[in-house]
């Protein structure tokens, strides 16, 4: 299963969920590989890796064609493999234009080692790009945070448009596994009325978990660690532990068709 994490908008908890949900998935036994499609390469930090270390990223993979195998970081964790990124791939955007069937290099790439993994996460990149629309028509499914803020529908509908055209015409198999409620903070009425909004909008698509503010959370990329590294008591931990066993679940969902 390949499951892409995405959202245009930035700030929403796409790099924060990719690295606790990969980590707990690990920690319960599912072979996992976490691909980090962020130029920004914080998923890659976020594992204690300084994002200039690896000699070979996955841009050398997308755009100079080194195969995939010589670019994973075996065991980031147990039971976790880890393929970085850093400000290399931020070019890839323009050299990828020229290159022929361009929305499905990562597929292909990818062919060679997805049998490899019970579970393959991509954290894309805050953009509708070719990078995201890679991992879009590379995917079966896709998460979706969305964090519980004013404008947090904003651009939801561009999102959605992205996803059914991928669905149409490269990607017929991609569904949306399930929508994830972030940064949830209960003392606020905001955070209710907007949770309230997304679970009108996509129904039992969202998550019974919910990502609350957390500060323990906040802080462990800091320390380039999981939060159940840093604090498994805290409620984030909690959380992303309860959306792993949801996750673990959804796999055997019949897929939910919102693009007929």
């Not at 064609?65 to 990124?85: F, M, Y």
């Not at 999102?159 to 606020?188: H, S």
């Not at 949770?195 to 019974?208: A, H, W």
């Not at 503010?213 to 800091?222: G, I, M, T």
Request: charged residues 25%.
């Amino acid at each position: 299963m390949i499951i892409s994490i995405v959202n245009q908008k930035g700030g929403v908890g796409k790099t924060t969920t990719a690295v606790n949900l990969a980590d707990q998935l690990a920690r319960r036994k599912q072979k996992t590989l976490l691909i980090d499609l962020d130029p920004q390469g914080n998923t890659t930090s976020s594992f204690g890796i300084d994002k200039n270390e690896p000699e070979h990223t996955i841009y050398d993979t997308l755009i100079n064609n080194l195969p995939v195998e010589d670019i994973i970081i075996e065991e980031a964790r147990k039971n976790l493999d880890l393929i970085p990124s850093n400000i290399d791939l931020a070019g890839s955007e323009v050299e990828l234009v020229s290159i022929v069937s361009r929305e499905t290099i990562l597929k292909n790439v990818l062919e060679s080692i997805k049998d490899n993994y019970q579970i393959i996460l991509i954290d894309c990149p805050p953009s509708l790009g070719l990078l995201t629309i890679n991992a879009l028509t590379s995917s079966n499914s896709i998460i979706i945070p969305i964090q519980a803020e004013y404008y947090a529908l904003e651009g939801l509908s561009q999102l959605l448009g992205t996803v059914g055209m991928i669905n149409e015409e490269l990607n017929p198999d991609l569904y949306i596994m399930g929508v994830l409620v972030t940064m949830f903070d209960t003392r606020t009425q905001l955070a209710h009325q907007v949770s309230d909004e997304i679970q009108n909008f996509f129904g039992d698509l969202v998550f019974d978990t919910i990502i609350p503010r957390n500060v323990r959370l906040s802080e462990a990329p800091s320390f380039g660690i999981p939060i159940q590294e840093h604090d498994k008591w805290s409620k984030g931990a909690r959380s992303y532990k309860a959306l792993a066993r949801e996750v673990i679940k959804r796999l055997d969902w019949e897929p939910k068709k919102l693009f007929e």
